[in-house]
C-alpha cells in the first residue's frame, strides 16, 4: 500500500506563488509516473501537471510556463512550484501516482488563492 503526503498548501494572494510538495512511502522512481491533480469545488477533478519515471514532464494548458513539476531524488518528493496564482486556482491539490497499473492518492492540500 503506497502512502502519500502531500504538503505545503496555504493562502496566497492573486499573482503569488506557493509551492507544494508530495511525499511517497516508496522510492518514486518505482512509480509510472507522478502526478498533480486539483479539485475546485462543484468541478471534476482535473490534471495539472504530471512527470513520468523517465523525467518526461507534462502540464494542463492552462498552467504552462506558471507551473513547474520536479522530483528532488534525495528527499524523494515530487513539488509543483506555481506562480501567478489566479483565484480560480483555489482548490485541493493532490498528488497521484501509478505503481504496476494501481492508482494511489494522497489526502489532498488546500491551496487558497485570495486577497
Known amino acids: 500500500q503506497v502512502q502519500l503526503v502531500e504538503s505545503g498548501g496555504g493562502l496566497v494572494q492573486p499573482g503569488g506563488s506557493l509551492r507544494i510538495s508530495c511525499a511517497a512511502s516508496?522510492?518514486?522512481?518505482?512509480?509510472?509516473?507522478v502526478a498533480w491533480y486539483r479539485q475546485a469545488p462543484g468541478k471534476e477533478r482535473e490534471l495539472v501537471a504530471d512527470i513520468t519515471r523517465g523525467g518526461t514532464k507534462n502540464y494542463a494548458d492552462s498552467v504552462k510556463g506558471r507551473f513547474t513539476i520536479s522530483r528532488d531524488i534525495r528527499e524523494n518528493t515530487v513539488s509543483l512550484q506555481m506562480n501567478k496564482l489566479k483565484p480560480e486556482e483555489t482548490a485541493v491539490y493532490y498528488c497521484n501516482v501509478d505503481h504496476g497499473g494501481a492508482g494511489y492518492w494522497g489526502q489532498g492540500t488546500q491551496v487558497t488563492v485570495s486577497a
Open positions: 516508496e522510492n518514486m522512481f518505482r512509480f509510472n509516473y
